[in-house]
C-alpha cells in the first residue's frame, strides 16, 4: 500500500493473493476502488470487509465480467458497496467450490446510481 496525497492506494487483487492457504482478512479502507478487471477471490476463507461499514466502493472497468468471483469455499465478503457498469452485469458471482461463501451488508449499485 501506498499513499498518494490524500488517496489511499493499493492493489486488492494482490492482497488477496497473498493470503495464507487458510485464509485471512482483507480490510478495505473507506472510498472509491476502481479495479481494472474482475476481483477472483480464489483463497478459501477470505474475509473481505470495509473498514467503515459501507463506505467502500468497488467497480470493474470489465463490463463482461462480475465485479466479483468467489472461487472458494466459506469466504466473507461483507459491508461493501458494488458498483456495476449495467443492469446485467453480475455484482458477484459465486462459483464451483464457492460452498459456505457469504455476502452480508452489500449494496449492489448501477454506475450514475447513488
Do not use: Y
Not at 6 to 35: K, M
Not at 64 to 74: D, F, G, N, Q, W
Amino acid at each position: 500500500m501506498q499513499w498518494k496525497g490524500e488517496v489511499l492506494r493499493f492493489d486488492l487483487q494482490a492482497a488477496i493473493d497473498r493470503l495464507p492457504p487458510e485464509g485471512g482478512r482483507i480490510l478495505i479502507p473507506p472510498g472509491v476502488h476502481h479495479l481494472r478487471k474482475c476481483l477472483r477471490v480464489r483463497r478459501p476463507m477470505a474475509k473481505i470487509r470495509c473498514v467503515r461499514n459501507g463506505q467502500a466502493q468497488i467497480s470493474s472497468e470489465d463490463a463482461t465480467s462480475p465485479v466479483i468471483a468467489v472461487e472458494a469455499r466459506s469466504c466473507l465478503i461483507e459491508g461493501i458497496q458494488i458498483v456495476r457498469a449495467h443492469t446485467g452485469q453480475a455484482a458477484i458471482l459465486f462459483g464451483p467450490g464457492s460452498e459456505g461463501t457469504v455476502a452480508r451488508n452489500v449494496m449492489i449499485l448501477n454506475r450514475g446510481q447513488d
